[in-house]
């Protein structure tokens, strides 16, 4: 199947800092990437929709100036949370669809721990 | 939007059992995908089933449309097999290519 890498892994940061997340198509490319938020124990939450070339698409209640989405190439979607709460800690996951089956493809996801 | 429910929320198998998980949604969908979530957190591709009968080793799925609902099969469950098993799924039409995802099912398979 298609591949989507994130990377970090996991990133512990202090309170205040920005992390960026990286997510990449390896073997397609991907005009369109969505980026997911996970709690322990709960489902998946949809955060915004990147599109390649133009600004994302924010779900209703996730701030744009928080999590900064930059699409530049049709491989790359990078999600930065710009000054890290405590609370911003979560499981991040990208993911893609190949376009040819209208399958989506998860990337490994990515821990986020702010201190 | 569209609204996916899975049940049971909680399932505790011993090894060697066979399990049916189900996923109903409240629309017409154009993408119903299983997911097993693996202990890292990563997501794992069982099936893309948005109608119809697959089947891939000890697990099948098979989704009805045109009842709104598709059932995952696990068979001669394994302690591999625990984890959490998500459906999602996508609304028919227009040009949104967003996957809306149930609340999961936990397994827990023992030894």
């Known amino acids: 199947g298609a591949v989507v890498s994130q990377h970090p892994s996991w990133v512990i940061c202090k309170s205040g800092t920005s992390v960026k997340i990286e997510c990449r198509s390896l073997d397609f490319q991907a005009t369109t990437m969505f980026w997911y938020r996970q709690f322990p124990k709960q489902s998946l939450m949809l955060m915004a929709t990147s599109n390649e070339g133009s600004k994302a698409t924010y779900e209703q209640g996730v701030e744009k100036d928080k999590f900064l989405i930059n699409h530049a190439s049709l491989t790359l979607s990078t999600l930065t949370v710009t000054s890290a709460h405590p609370e911003d800690s979560s499981f991040y996951i990208c993911?893609?669809?190949?376009?040819?089956?209208?399958?989506?493809?998860f990337g490994e996801g990515s821990r986020l721990t702010v201190l | 939007g569209i609204q996916v429910e899975q049940s049971p929320p909680d399932l505790i198998l011993q090894e060697g059992a066979n399990s049916t998980l189900r996923c109903n949604f409240s629309d017409s969908v154009n993408n119903l995908q299983w997911f097993h979530q693996n202990p890292w957190g990563q997501l794992i591709n069982l099936f893309y089933?948005?109608?119809g009968t697959k089947q891939n080793g000890r697990l099948s799925a098979t989704t009805v449309a045109t009842e709104r609902y598709s059932l995952l099969y696990i068979s001669s469950s394994q302690t591999t097999d625990s984890g959490v098993y998500f459906c999602a799924s996508r609304i028919s039409g227009g040009s949104n290519y967003k996957l809306t995802f149930g609340k999961g099912t936990l397994l827990t398979v023992n030894p």
């Open positions: 993911s893609a669809y190949t376009g040819d089956t209208g399958e989506l493809f």
């Open positions: 089933i948005p109608s």
